[in-house]
Structures are given as C-alpha cells and as structure tokens.
C-alpha cells in the first residue's frame, strides 16, 4: 500500500534555457495552514524530477519550463500546479501555485546522503545468477540468490519476493532503502535461497503496466514460481509478499501454488476499508475532523484516479483467498503500520485462516509498514531512519521458514 494518498501525476520534460550554475538538487518546506510538505526539485542539464517524501513519491518527473542563471520554472500540469523561482543570496525565491492558490515557497541547495548500514556489498558471500522469466504477457528480469555454501544438486527451499503497489525493481527501492536486497542477503546466510524480479515495466523487465491489475501481477508471480520448480533445484517454493505482494500471496495460496507464505504487512480486510483507514489516519495528522465515510473515500480516489489498477484494488476483499489458503503461513505486521492497520488486519486474518500448526500471526511492537523501528509510523519517516528492516522480523523469518 505505498502508494501514495494524494497522487503526483507524472509531466512529460520540455527543457528551457540551461544555466549550470543551479543544476543539483534544491529543498523547500511548503506550508499549508498546519501542513509542511518537504519539495525536492532534482535539476539536472536535461532532466528535472520532484520528490514528496510526506507522500511517498519519489523521482516523479517534472516539465521543466525554465532553467537559467536565476531562474527556475516547472509545471505539474495534472496537479495544475508549478513553481516559479529566482535567485536571491544563493536561493530560489518564488511561488508555489496550485488550482488559483499561491503559497510561498523557498528552495534552498541539498545534499543527499542517506546511510543505510544493511545494505550488503559486494563481494558476496553466496552466489547470485541473474535470470528472465518468460511469460505470454511479459519478460521478467530477476535475480536468484544462493544459500552460502550452496553446491550443485543441493535442494534447498527458496522464496519468491514479491513487491507493494506500485511498480518497483527487484530490491523494491523505495527511499533510498533496499528491503529485499536485505532480506535475500539474510536469507542466503541462513540456508533459504530467493528470486526476486523487476516488475513488469520496471528495469529488465517488459509488459503492459496500464491496464494491469493485482490479478495480472499475481499471475507474472505465478509464472516465476513455476520457473522455480521447473528448475528441479529447490524443495519447498513459496512467498514472501510485502504489502500488495501479501495479497498476491493470499491470492496464490488459494490457488494451491505455494507450500508456504510470508505475508509482510499484507490486507486481511477489504481494500477500500484499508483505505479508509488510511484516510483517517492523515485528517488525524493535520487536526482535520474525519467524520468522512468509506463511500466518500471512495468516490474521491476514483474520481481522481479510475485506473484499472485502481478500480480492481478498491473492489477486492481477500477473505476468500485467506480462508482457501491452506499452506503454513507467517502473517506479520507492525504495530505503528499506518499504511496496512495492524490491529484490523492481524485479527483479520488470524480468524480467516484454516488451522495449520506451522502457521503464526505477529504484530511487532514499535515498527512501521515497512518494518523499520520508528517513532510515528508515518511515511514521511521512513526516508530519515537508517534501519532497512528490523533484524529481529529477519530473525524470524529465518527461523520459521527453516522450522518448515
């Protein structure tokens, strides 16, 4: 569910004059009432992208008006939006419009440097074998992480990971932070190996990304699960799925293609609740009365985005799929998820599923929707904190899918 609340809508680039003097990357907080939104504008000798870091988008693409010596002008033209700037002592001054709305707005030069201390790097100790899945409606490009140790004919079980909403490489990036780079790496020096692949539309990987619904994305982890076995290499294959991928999860197990899931965060309640919730949660941050009901929710996000992504997404309840989901299953949330409810999905799910003695259910104190230790749990978080993932969800992960 990464997908952002309020929806940046992408602008084709044109470029204007270009001025090397003020390529790099320019920060400015927007204040609205009670509301700060943190803008950063990424300006290059072609290129201009705008990252939200409250509402989770990062490298949208920006049409870049104007670019000289000091002044700078980009159009959203989807939002009816822009930002109009001069140089001052070193800044852009200038003015953030949206809709016949005029707010201040001050851009000043920003380093990035973000620090992630769980990314692995190179050389690895295991192997890695880089691989395309071919499928009727796309090719998957992805990556097979080995076990440490692991030699020819040794059978070992392998996870597929499948990513959130929104389309993503295989690391599922998602604010300078690597989750599943993270957890196949851990993985392969606990003895489990993984595939994680590129979604369709992303990196390596080819198809039609428009028209494509979770349905769709659930059938291109089908197909790389039937890779897998067809491979004669692994001995249990199954899932590990953050977030939409939980659902994907769910949606497979039903279908008897998995001997185990990890569902990471993953719905166990319909989805235009979990976005009601959603829309809760952020009137609640800025002090806004949320007397507002799941109808009206409704109607808002499909007046302003009736994709057929979105159209399927809002109608799927999966308490089907859980209840037919017979395989072991490790169904983990953290409590402070504001994205994914903890508290009504957990108990969602724990009620659904049949019994299985190898199956769990944990909320894990303190961690947000993507699992790192936070303070809030609020997305605009999640790019400042270093940790990529709890060691101990690692942990536990390891050792279950090891119990099996």
């Known amino acids: 569910m990464k997908r952002s609340i309020i929806m940046l809508i992408v602008c084709l680039l044109q470029l204007g004059a270009f001025a ?23 300006v290059s000798k072609d290129t201009c992208t705008l990252d939200v870091p409250d509402q989770c988008a990062l490298g949208i693409p920006a049409s870049l008006k104007e670019l000289t010596d000091t002044s700078l002008t980009v159009i959203m033209y989807g939002l009816e939006a822009g930002y109009q700037g001069k140089i001052k002592d070193g800044q852009f001054v200038g003015t953030f419009t949206q809709r016949g709305m005029t707010f201040p707005l001050t851009l000043t030069r920003f380093q990035e440097v973000y620090n992630r201390p769980q990314e692995p790097k190179e050389p690895y100790p295991y192997k890695t074998e880089e691989v395309t899945i071919s499928t009727p409606d796309a090719k998957l490009a992805g990556t097979i992480t080995y076990p440490v140790g692991w030699k020819q004919g040794k059978k070992v079980p392998l996870a597929v990971l499948v990513t959130g909403s929104g389309q993503e490489d295989r690391n599922e990036d998602i604010f300078h932070h690597k989750p599943f780079l993270v957890i196949a790496d851990f993985l392969a020096r606990n003895g489990i190996a993984t595939l994680r692949c590129d979604d369709r539309g992303v990196g390596g990987s080819t198809g039609d990304v428009a028209n494509a619904t979770t349905f769709d994305f659930a059938k291109d982890a089908s197909h790389e699960l039937d890779y897998a076995r067809k491979r004669g290499q692994f001995s249990k294959v199954g899932i590990i799925g953050h977030s939409e991928g939980g659902s994907i999860g769910f949606i497979l197990g039903a279908q008897k293609k998995l001997d185990f899931l990890v569902s990471m965060a993953g719905p166990g309640i319909p989805m235009d609740s979990i976005l009601y919730l959603q829309n809760v949660n952020a009137l609640k941050q800025v002090g806004m009365p ?10 808002k996000i499909m007046d302003n985005d009736p994709s057929p992504w979105m159209v399927a997404f809002l109608n799927y309840d999966p308490s089907n ?34 019994a299985n003695k190898f199956s769990m259910v944990k909320s894990y104190p303190g961690l947000n929707h993507l699992f790192q230790h936070c303070q809030t749990g609020q997305p605009a978080e999640y790019i400042n904190i270093e940790e990529t993932i709890s060691e101990d969800v690692l942990a536990d992960m390891a050792q279950w899918l090891k119990s099996l």
Request: contains cysteine.
């Open 20 to 42: 090397q003097t003020v390529i790099g990357t320019w920060k400015g907080d927007l204040k609205v009432g009670q509301v700060k939104l943190s803008l950063i504008f990424h």
């Open 290 to 299: 949320t007397n507002i009901t799941k109808e009206e929710v409704r109607k």
């Open 321 to 354: 799929d859980i209840k037919a989901t017979t395989c072991p299953v490790m169904a983990i949330n953290g409590d402070k998820d504001v994205q994914v409810d903890a508290a009504h999905n957990l108990k969602a799910i724990k009620e659904l599923l049949p």
